[in-house]
């Protein structure tokens, strides 16, 4: 079955220093890979996504996320993590050139960044 | 914010009844998705709607069923509610394009609860 893992439940980290959010995936194919955050009472808001090409890529708000293909990892990061930075985050992978497929969330992985 | 609207914000509703929720696609999208997020859960794909035919489904039962609109704005109908359906329910845009679903837009969601 295609699956999506956050193994951290949560998350914490000081204001200034790095964070490293992790996410694996077990699907067919080459997915496409997203990271969504969630703060309270919201929806979802799109940071970042991987297609193809450098295996590195930026988002908004600082973000930035290393695809690793041979450990089918898909790591969320950010060089100085802010206390506004705090929230639930997701990652999630569509499967291209299939009808009707959508996104395959993880469970989520709160972060909490203290000041 | 995405331009993705929903409404209600919040419902409750009792055991057995029935109830609709709407959402107002981004301008210029053609895909809208549905997914259910349960308490501490990632969303979990209901289905996905494609210039107003079903496109796809999730693991949901018949008494999820949908409409989408020759504007693209679409309905969430679900009879005969059970206590497992109160969640977080999020619409999401997106433009499908060549066999290509592009990012996916949410909505805001909306809150039912089922006592």
């Known amino acids: 079955a295609q699956s999506v893992a956050q193994p951290e439940d949560q998350v914490n980290v000081a204001e200034g220093n790095p964070l490293t959010v992790k996410c694996t995936y077990s699907?067919?194919?080459?997915?496409?890979l997203f990271w969504y955050v969630q703060y309270p009472n919201r929806g979802l808001q799109f940071l970042l996504k991987y297609i193809t090409g450098d295996n590195l890529v930026k988002g908004s708000y600082g973000f930035e996320a290393e695809f690793n293909k041979s450990q089918t990892s898909f790591h969320l990061k950010k060089p100085s993590a802010l206390v506004s930075d705090s929230a639930l985050y997701f990652c999630a992978v569509f499967l291209p050139n299939q009808a009707g497929t959508a996104l395959i969330f993880g469970k989520g992985t709160t972060l909490s960044v203290s000041s | 914010e995405t331009g993705v609207t929903q409404s209600p914000t919040h419902l409750i509703k009792t055991r057995g009844q029935q109830v609709t929720l709407r959402c107002s696609s981004q301008s210029g999208h053609n895909t809208v998705s549905w997914y259910q997020q349960a308490l501490g859960q990632g969303p979990q794909f209901i289905f996905q709607?494609?210039?107003?035919?079903?496109?796809g489904r999730g693991n949901f039962p018949p008494r999820f069923s949908g409409l989408q609109f020759p504007n693209y704005s679409s309905e969430l109908n679900v009879n005969a509610l059970e206590l497992d359906d109160s969640a977080l329910y999020l619409c999401?845009?997106?433009?499908?394009?060549?066999?290509?679903?592009?990012?996916?837009?949410f909505g805001p969601g909306t809150r039912l609860t089922v006592t």
């Open positions: 999401a845009s997106s433009a499908l394009a060549g066999g290509t679903l592009y990012e996916q837009y």
């Open positions: 709607y494609y210039r107003e035919e079903e496109n």
């Open positions: 699907v067919s194919g080459n997915p496409y």
